[in-house]
């Protein structure tokens, strides 16, 4: 009969599963290297999972930071384009409004950021080659280090973020059209009233503040003008500043006073009206047959695609030069001489006539007006125009203020500049009413109401920020920089960083 094994026999296995031979002993040593090898897989993981989230948390703080840095070189460079420009200025303000420890705008997460600022000339930008030295831009750069926490692990102590900023200013250059009306009577070449000035010195410091100015022009888009206020000129004389050549513009002789008698002092005496009596409006035809005269003395130039006779030309070094030679803007305003009594109607209006018909029809229509006393005189013979009656002629800076007004509602834009208003006395001048046999006035005349220098000349100006007041005789260049500056503001704005650089 066969043997049975019985169950038991199974010990066998048992002696198997423990023994170091067999199949089974090898499947049982392969588990367990396996889990080794897990483990220390899991474990470096874990590793890497912490060091990466760490670097997540040290770029993300890099991140922040980076942003502020990029605020703050922003700001920088708007602030700073607002000073274009003037280098030195533009560059420390720049610094001042940056994310520099203590700066206007410090990064507040790390204290170590360092700021750079640099004017530029933007060749993507109108104004490059402008007469100002092109420029027209300015570069805020900023860098921080910034310390990481995780990072530190596989040995990455710090990062370095940066930031750049480009602002450029003007951005657009819209083209001007500009008059300038200069007040150039009597009180322009005197001390204090009665005491003469040979040697004229506030008309000689308001004519070097308009040189200033139309420095500040572009030639190749600006186009510029020149109107004096009464007395008025015979228009014949208007080209060679007057009679003779070169001794400056005289008060016009026109016809006799016919407020005088005949035969009484002053009726025929050149001069003794100072051509108040002239026709005016010039553009209309003197029904005596006179010649007509004149306020503008310089027609508007520039732009016109023949740079020879602007007012700006470029020397042999390339430089931008006042075209003293060729310029008829120039060269009349250097034949400015002072005399007669102060009056602003007629040529703050001849002055917008002028920018009527020579101006350009999509460009901005500017007047800057100086004067340095009160409106006293009335002048006559001006036809069907609306100072030609008894109401205005007794206010003549109520006169000013309204032909200001009138020009003001067309979109021409007035600067006004005070000069010396008070000439020495302390309080403004008062405006007085002509007088009424001879057309001037004297301290005994009767006060306009409502009006005096300084209050009229204020209301001549477009705002009230647009008017320049100068209290103290001197110089002028500063208020008329002011002005061309004020011109060219409001147009700074950020731009792309990759806008190329010229040398």
Known sequence: MPRTVPFSASVSFRGLDCGETGFGARVRRASSEENGQALVITAIAMVLLMVA????????????????LQAGVDAAALAGAQHLPDKTMSEAVAVQYSANP????????????????????????????????????????????????????????????HAMATACAPCSVKPLDVMIVLDRTGSMCQFSPGHDDPNCTDLKNARAGVRAFVQNLDPSIDKVGLALTPPVL??????????????????????PNPNVPTGAPGRNLDGRYYGYDAYWPSWVPDPRGQTPSRYVVASLEGADGTPADDYLVKDAQG????????????????????????SYALAIEEAQHELS????????????FLSDGAANTWPKNTGS??????????????????????????????????????????APEKCRQPNQSDGHSNGGNPVESGY????????????????????????????????????????????????????
């Not at 989230?53 to 502020?68: F, P, S």
């Not at 300015?138 to 040995?155: D, E, L, P």
């Open 234 to 255: 015979d228009q014949s004389w208007v080209a060679n500043c007057g009679n003779p050549v070169g001794a400056g513009y005289k008060p016009w002789a026109g016809t």
């Open 53 to 68: 989230v760490g670097l997540v948390v040290d770029v993300g703080h890099a991140m922040l930071v980076q942003r502020q």
């Open 102 to 161: 203590g700066s206007k705008n410090a990064v507040n997460t790390v204290g170590n950021a360092t700021t750079t600022a640099s004017v530029s000339c933007l060749a993507g930008v109108p104004g490059c080659n402008r007469r100002d030295g092109g420029v027209n831009g300015i570069v805020v750069k900023s860098s921080s280090n910034v310390a990481t926490w995780f990072g530190r692990v596989i040995g990455i102590n710090q990062m370095t973020v």
């Open 319 to 342: 430089n931008w030069v006042l075209n003293d030679a060729q310029s008829a803007f120039l060269q009349r305003l250097g034949c400015t001489s002072g005399a007669g009594s102060t």
């Open 452 to 503: 005096d220098a300084y209050t009229a000349i204020q209301a001549i100006a477009s705002t009230p920020q647009q008017f320049y007041n100068k209290p103290n005789p001197g110089d002028l260049t500063q208020i008329f920089l002011a002005i061309a500056k004020d011109l060219s503001a409001s147009r700074g704005r950020l731009i792309d960083n990759t806008s190329p650089n010229l040398p």
């Open 385 to 426: 125009h609306w100072t030609n009656s008894w109401g205005w002629g007794q206010r003549p800076c109520a006169m000013g203020v309204q032909a200001a007004t009138n020009v003001k509602q067309g979109g021409t834009i007035i600067y006004s500049i005070g000069y010396d208003l008070d000439a020495g006395s302390g």
């Open 357 to 368: 018909v020579h101006g350009r029809g999509n460009v901005q229509d500017v007047i800057v």
